[in-house]
């Protein structure tokens, strides 16, 4: 076959259908326009040379001034330059660039599957720090861990959200977990700008998800992917869910294993798995104080999801995992030489 | 373009009678599904009064529209693909196919950025420095993977005859 006939074939199949817009489309972008709903959308790599170069400047500044911050070990990644955007989760704790975490996941574990242990949780507050504008390491968003229950069952309750809904009492998110395995039980959570609300409500085999906006509720029920799946959450991935499965693991020199990442898809809610190796050790001093930590790192021995960036090796992804509590330190995603984004624990109490 | 700016719901709405059909249209043979294509249109315009402010109206706003149109694709091919990965289980229906069933077959069979490159150079006449520019990636990488993208496409389509 003829590359002009394949053209052909391509311009054919494509250009003879045509798309009308369903009913209930503007609506919904009504609806979610109302509902304070906002979308940033992607820039191109190349859009500004000019805007690369002043945010390149800013970084190199921002990193000299706050260097003292993240004295670790000698095995630290260091990229040369860092860009926008230092956080690595947004104000409710969803983690913001979850491409290249799903780039470095697959469909199957590649190591030994953890399983999550409720018993090792304890109730606290901790609050992790991003690089703000300038050098300000700025506490970006809060997760607290109580004991609660859950139509008369005993659970454990977190909570979350940015510091000053926090504080105010009106934490964005809550979740009711089972006190031995954390199955997901109940969810609530803030949608669009607050004046919306979605809500999950976890059954032995399906989720009922409930959106609300303007005062209006539609549900939908979606199977989950496989039951025994204790971390089978719907939507984003966020801080708390990884943080909480960091409490079980057993974690030592030449420890592997497979974390579940929770995903959704239009039908279902299912995991794919995020593998994860000891990469070494390191002292970290943070501002909510100095550690003894585990560093770990994404591993992907078996590749099964695209690369993140086709024309460059994936960004390394590493967690620092208190060697004492096994609490979350630090988080970092580093594209050598590109950019570095970076979350750190600014306080933490436990009982 | 200032009632778009100042957030007004009946000049959104304008620009969405507009342009929305165009731009399903594209949004769905890049994605190829109508209802990932619903959801980049949606997505749009829901944002689209915030961003209207970096439109310097140099351009046609059609233009404009369909750049951030193929963006957002892009990223929902980015990240959808990896769902449908997840969600389907390998089995392929067996009923006789059209011509052009096998070509949208085929064209799934690509990675997200090469369908965008096949459909953006091929149906949509953008010429490589726009595709490097929407891609992030360099012209004659564009150049490359057309030409390598196309030849998978035909190694598919013969092996389906």
Redesign the interface.
């Known amino acids: 076959m003829r590359p002009e006939e394949i053209e052909e074939r391509i311009r054919d199949a494509m250009t003879g259908e045509q798309t009308v817009p369903r009913n209930g489309l503007w609506e919904s972008i009504a609806a979610r326009r109302g509902a304070g709903d906002r979308v940033v959308f992607p820039v191109s790599k190349n859009d500004s040379i000019l805007k690369t170069l002043v945010v390149a400047g800013t970084a190199a500044a921002v990193l000299l001034l706050v260097a003292p911050f993240f004295k670790q070990g000698g095995q630290e990644p260091q990229p040369a330059v860092t860009r926008g955007l230092p956080s690595l989760t947004d104000d409710e704790g969803g983690i913001l660039s979850p491409g290249a975490l799903m780039a470095q996941s697959s469909a199957t574990p590649a190591f030994m599957p953890v399983a999550p242990i409720g018993s090792t949780l304890r109730p606290g507050n901790w609050s992790y720090a991003s690089i703000s504008n300038g050098a300000e390491l700025r506490e970006s968003f809060r997760y607290s861990i109580a004991h609660s229950t859950y139509q008369g069952t005993a659970t454990w309750l977190v909570t979350s959200g940015n510091p000053e809904r926090f504080a105010a009492g009106r934490a964005t998110d809550s979740l009711w977990l089972s006190t031995d395995s954390l199955r997901p039980l109940y969810r609530v959570g803030r949608a669009g700008n607050g004046n919306g609300r979605v809500e999950h409500s976890y059954r032995k085999d399906e989720v009922l998800i409930g959106h609300t906006v303007n005062g209006y509720t539609s549900w939908t029920v979606k199977p989950l992917r496989d039951s025994t799946d204790n971390t089978s959450y719907g939507g984003i991935l966020r801080l708390p869910d990884l943080s909480l499965q960091f409490r079980g693991m057993a974690l030592s020199t030449g420890w592997r294993g497979s974390l579940p990442l929770p995903t959704e898809n239009p039908t279902m809610i299912a995991s794919i798995w995020l593998n994860l190796a000891v990469d070494g050790e390191d002292e970290l001093i943070v501002p909510a104080g100095r550690f003894s930590t585990w560093r770990l790192r994404t591993a992907n021995p078996d590749r099964t999801m695209p690369r993140y960036d086709p024309e460059h090796p994936d960004p390394g992804i590493y967690f620092w995992i208190s060697k004492d509590r096994q609490w979350l330190i630090q988080m970092s995603m580093v594209n050598p030489g590109k950019w570095r984004h970076d979350q750190v624990l600014f306080s933490a109490t436990e009982e | 373009m200032a009632r778009l700016r100042a957030?007004e719901?009946d000049a959104?709405?304008e620009v969405?009678q507009l342009h929305?059909?165009d731009l399903?249209?594209l949004a769905?043979?890049l994605t190829g599904s109508?209802?990932d294509?619903?959801d980049v249109?949606?997505?749009?315009?829901?944002?689209l009064?915030?961003?209207i402010a970096k439109y310097q109206e140099r351009g046609y706003l059609r233009a404009w529209l369909r750049r951030?149109t193929v963006?957002?694709a892009?990223?929902r091919l980015?990240?959808?693909?990896?769902?449908?990965?997840?969600?389907l289980d390998g089995s392929e229906p067996s009923v006789t196919r059209s011509?052009?069933?096998q070509?949208?077959e085929a064209?799934a069979m690509l990675?997200?950025?090469d369908r965008a490159i096949?459909?953006l150079k091929?149906?949509e006449g953008y010429d490589h420095a726009e595709i490097?520019?929407?891609?992030?990636?360099?012209r004659n990488?564009s150049e490359v993977r057309l030409h390598r993208a196309?030849a998978r496409?035909?190694k598919l389509?013969?092996e389906d005859l």
Request: glycine residues 10%; without cysteine; charged residues 30%.
């Open positions: 957030g719901m959104l709405r969405y929305a059909t399903l249209g769905r043979r109508v209802s294509a619903e249109v949606q997505d749009l315009f829901v944002g009064p915030e961003a951030l963006r957002l892009l990223m980015r990240s959808g693909r990896l769902r449908r990965e997840v969600y011509d052009a069933r070509v949208h064209l990675g997200p950025d096949v459909v091929i149906v490097a520019e929407l891609l992030g990636i360099r990488a196309l496409l035909r389509l013969e």
